[in-house]
């Protein structure tokens, strides 16, 4: 996740020159959000300080003047893409991608559009790895950013999980003996929608979780064929201390953030792809 990726020396990095659908929430730069995580570590790790606070004025202070910029005529230029995330066939059992390829990068426009409901704008990319030739040393750097939407870099360690259908998308006969079963108080048995069908966090494949909205078509642009969940980020890997979907390999007060993203009012942003063409645009959905 966050990168760096697998990009060609001799390919032009891509940016987002949909500059009329920006939207100037949240912006910073990326070396201002990286002084913000380096200094809110520091302060979370050190004890109290003299009357309880948090922050030294010194830190406060270099917080404060970085809010204070004034950032919005920087979104009417093309903005380079950010990582989003690479991932390798041989990890993803269910990867999906054009014939000849063992390698997914995800990358997106790292501020709100407004024609996504206000989120990024994503790109994806399918490459031979053993074909890349020699790397790009670092990408572009956006000059400007949501303080929202700039990944920790980290890596992945995929787990394979099953999940089951959104509720109101079942079978009504299935959804009633379902809302029966959830509605039974007896014992602490897990819920159908929260602990058996839906996991939550960054994955690949599976089901949408449609409790913001309610269920709505997710229909190609190109072609009008439904498009297929391919991929998720989201604000939090897991919901909450005891969430059954929290890695057994995590203590128990492990941080549910680790990624450093966060999706609306903590969120995930869906990626759909269409079935008939990888060559079609994705399309993405706010949850």
């Excluded at 390919?11 to 959000?33: K, Q, R, S």
């Excluded at 990319?125 to 030739?133: E, K, P, Q, T």
């Excluded at 929608?193 to 913001?212: E, I, R, T, V």
Aim: aromatic share 10%.
């Amino acid at each position: 996740m966050g990168g760096p990726l697998l990009w060609p020396a001799d390919e032009v990095w891509p940016v987002c020159d949909d500059a009329g659908a920006h939207e100037p929430y949240n912006l910073t730069t990326p070396a201002a959000l990286y002084r913000r995580r380096e200094i809110l570590a520091t302060a979370g790790a050190r004890e109290p300080l003299p009357g309880g606070d948090f922050l030294t004025a010194k830190e406060r202070a270099e917080l404060d003047a970085a809010d204070a910029l004034d950032l919005d005529d920087l979104i009417d230029d093309p903005i380079p893409l950010v990582p989003v995330a690479q991932l390798y066939r041989r990890d993803i059992p269910d990867y999906a991608g054009p014939d000849g390829t063992d390698l997914l990068q995800v990358l997106w426009c790292p501020v709100d559009h407004s024609d996504r409901h206000y989120s990024p704008r994503v790109f994806l990319y399918w490459r031979d790895s053993s074909a890349v030739g020699p790397l790009l040393e670092a990408p572009p750097e956006p000059p400007v950013i949501s303080d929202m939407y700039l990944p920790i870099p980290c890596v992945v360690h995929p787990e394979q999980v099953r999940e089951y259908q959104y509720a109101d998308l079942l079978p009504d006969d299935l959804r009633e003996r379902l809302d029966e079963w959830d509605d039974d108080e007896e014992g602490s048995r897990p819920h159908y929608q929260s602990d058996l069908s839906l996991a939550p966090g960054w994955k690949f494949g599976g089901y949408a979780n449609w409790s913001l909205t309610d269920p709505y078509p997710m229909d190609c642009a190109a072609c009008g064929t439904t498009m297929t969940l391919m991929f998720t980020a989201a604000s939090t890997d897991w919901n909450g201390m005891h969430c059954s979907w929290r890695p057994a390999e995590e203590e128990p007060t492990a941080s549910p953030d680790t990624v450093g993203v966060q999706i609306g009012r903590c969120y995930s942003l869906y990626t759909f792809r269409c079935p008939e063409s990888f060559d079609h645009p994705p399309a993405t959905a706010m949850q």
